[in-house]
């Protein structure tokens, strides 16, 4: 079993309080960080699970960690009738719910405070759930797996986006150049927050990518995973139903 990785190493904090913290301690500075350190290709990504969504025309959407809403957003493409944006952080959803009230997308997405391992919702309630860059930040990831598997409908699809780490040479030398030292610096610079982009790829690290993350997946439940790594393996996008 992976040591847990917390953001803060507090001797009597949960990594999920912890994590709750460091994303409101970044909320304001998030998104232009998010896109600045990724140079926008986490905008591609996103664009890449959409298409994917799309496949299935999902009418009921539910986007866990939705953080600012990206995602959800993003979403909104699919044309469903609603999309639910549910967030442990409430300094992330107040920026989330800036930018759905500016974009006017309030009839569509409703965002909500909760626990991505306890879900606020009954069985069998949506036909797609989502998950970007979220899941590495669970605490107990199978709880979490087996909550979003029970609110999703018979032969509903789950769709995650998450970091990866590259294999090859010399992208993987490249990537974990960048991940321990340029990141950290400018994130400590701009959001203030010694620990979140150190967190970062500390939790990256002791994610189980790949064909362990299916695994995860098979364990709870769900059928026919797959996955598809992006960029040189810098994130993945992982598919199955349930």
């Not at 998030?30 to 905008?43: A, Q, V």
């Not at 490249?174 to 991940?179: D, P």
Request: aromatic residues 12%; charged residues 25%.
């Amino acid at each position: 079993m992976a040591t847990e990785v917390k953001p803060y190493n507090k001797a009597n904090g949960s990594k999920k309080q912890e994590v709750a913290e460091m994303f409101d301690n970044i909320s304001e500075r998030y998104d232009f960080l998010n896109h600045l350190l990724s140079m926008s290709i986490d905008k591609g990504w996103r664009k890449k699970v959409v298409k994917m969504a799309n496949e299935s025309k999902p009418q009921h959407i539910l986007d866990v960690a939705t953080g600012t809403g990206d995602l959800a957003i993003a979403l909104c493409k699919t044309q469903p009738k609603k999309i639910t944006g549910l967030d442990i952080s409430k300094g992330m959803l107040e920026v989330g719910h800036r930018k759905i009230e500016a974009k006017k997308l309030t009839n569509i997405i409703d965002l909500q405070l909760g626990d991505s391992e306890a879900l606020p919702f009954e069985d069998n309630s949506f036909d797609l759930v989502t998950v970007a860059f979220g899941v590495r930040n669970f605490e107990n990831l199978e709880k979490g797996m087996s909550e979003i598997r029970r609110v999703l409908k018979p032969s509903g699809k789950l769709l995650v986006l998450e970091f990866s780490q590259p294999e090859s040479f010399p992208f993987k030398q490249i990537y974990h150049f960048y991940f321990k030292n340029i990141l950290p610096f400018f994130g400590r610079l701009v959001s203030k927050d010694n620990r979140a982009y150190t967190y970062l790829p500390e939790s990256v690290k002791a994610f189980p990518y790949g064909e362990n993350f299916c695994s995860v997946l098979q364990k709870v439940g769900f059928a026919d995973s797959s996955f598809k790594p992006l960029t040189f393996g810098i994130a993945t996008i992982y598919q199955t139903i349930k």
